[in-house]
């Protein structure tokens, strides 16, 4: 990221104009993206998120070690498969809902949503074992 503030702000424009319209085709997008110095796959990825939060999940390391296994190879590939998972799953639980939930006007899977969700899992997660180390080193 130490290149970014480099970056020349017409480049930029023009870098994010094109992905934004290539959108939903990540692919192209993530490529108009990672031309910019210090923009990596995973940059992109969130600048993507925010645009179009629906269509584009964010390359954290959370998602990859929940989707892929690790958070290693932050590369388009794994991104595109990571965006297939993401794809499947919030379909999954879109048609889960609506079949089972007396109401789903407020249902909101989208891939951004699906990744907040698991970010919020591992938080927990991570806060829960801390306080089961605390614990255990204190001897409770």
Known sequence: MKHVPALNKNDVKEASRKAFA???DLKLAITNLI????????TASAV??????????????????????????????RYLVLV??????????????????????????????????IWASFVQFKSSNDVAKIKSNAGI
């Open 22 to 24: 290539a959108i939903p």
């Open 84 to 117: 297939k998972m993401f794809h499947n799953k919030t379909k999954e639980l879109t048609e889960y809902h609506i079949e089972h939930a007396s109401t789903a006007k407020d249902l909101d899977w989208s891939a951004w949503n699906f990744e907040k969700a």
């Open 35 to 42: 031309v910019l110095k210090g923009i990596c796959h995973a």
């Open 48 to 77: 993507l998120a925010v645009y179009a939060p629906d269509v584009a999940p964010f390359m954290s390391d959370e998602a990859m070690i929940s989707a892929l296994g690790n958070a290693r190879g932050y590369t388009l590939k």
